[in-house]
């Protein structure tokens, strides 16, 4: 079946623009995350949405970050007002309802800030 | 708080012999780990995930891992590297009180010689 797709796979715009990421999680997935990972290290949770409740927001950096999600379908990442720390690949995953389930990862967003 | 130590940010094995990647976590609770495999540009894959049953873990293309509590060690290993091996190890912990959110090392980069 269908994996988690992200759109765009790059993205380089100058700094100060604004820029939206995409996700499509996978079908009947009802949690889905998003992650940034920085050049050369791990991946650092920005945000969770499980179903209708009201999403894990403590992850993101600053209030130039924001996603929304509606129900249980796709998911974009919203970053205002770019700055050059900003770069990074963006990833999105999702899993099935309940604890520990396993995350289905996308292929990220490369996101290169000029 | 949770947190993973991975302890070599580079492992260099030859083709047919045995994988070492290091993880000690830190948690004051019995945790949930997990190792995801990274390819170049590709999104993570789950390996394999310990989540309080057997300490010998088996995951995915021969990986296996072994939680020692004493130790707080979650080593994966693997007897014989193939070539398709190299990529990047990351070990991870969920965090104590919301388990959808991951903590991730920085990541082990395998790298195997012909």
């Known amino acids: 079946g269908a994996g988690v797709s992200q759109s765009p796979s790059n993205k380089v715009t100058e700094k100060g623009k604004d820029v939206e990421l995409r996700c499509d999680p996978i079908s009947g997935h009802t949690a889905l995350y998003w992650y940034r990972q920085r050049l050369g290290q791990g991946l650092e949770f920005l945000i969770y949405?499980?179903?209708?409740?009201?999403?894990?927001k403590s992850g993101l950096p600053s209030d130039r970050f924001s996603a929304e999600r509606t129900g249980e379908s796709v998911s974009t990442l919203t970053i205002q007002r770019t700055q050059q720390e900003d770069s990074a690949v963006y990833l999105c995953?999702?899993?099935?309802?309940?604890?520990?389930?396993?995350?289905?990862f996308g292929d990220g967003t490369r996101l290169s800030i000029l | 708080a949770q947190s993973v130590t991975q302890l070599d940010s580079h492992v260099s094995v030859s083709e047919g012999t045995p994988v070492l990647l290091r993880c000690n976590y830190s948690?004051?609770?019995?945790?949930?780990l997990f190792w995801y495999v990274q390819h170049p540009n590709k999104g993570l894959q789950l390996l394999l995930k310990?989540?309080?049953?057997?300490?010998l873990v088996k995951g995915i293309n021969g990986f296996e891992a072994e939680f020692k509590k004493s130790e707080t060690s979650f080593h994966l290993t693997k007897p014989s590297a193939h070539m398709s091996d190299a990529a990047e190890y990351f070990c991870v912990v969920s965090d104590s009180r919301r388990g959808y959110k991951l903590i991730f090392g920085s990541g082990t980069r395998l790298l195997v010689r012909p």
């Open positions: 995953a999702s899993s099935s309802p309940g604890s520990n389930q396993p995350q289905h």
């Open positions: 310990y989540t309080s049953a057997a300490t």
């Open positions: 949405f499980q179903g209708n409740s009201a999403p894990d």
């Open positions: 948690s004051s609770y019995s945790p949930s």
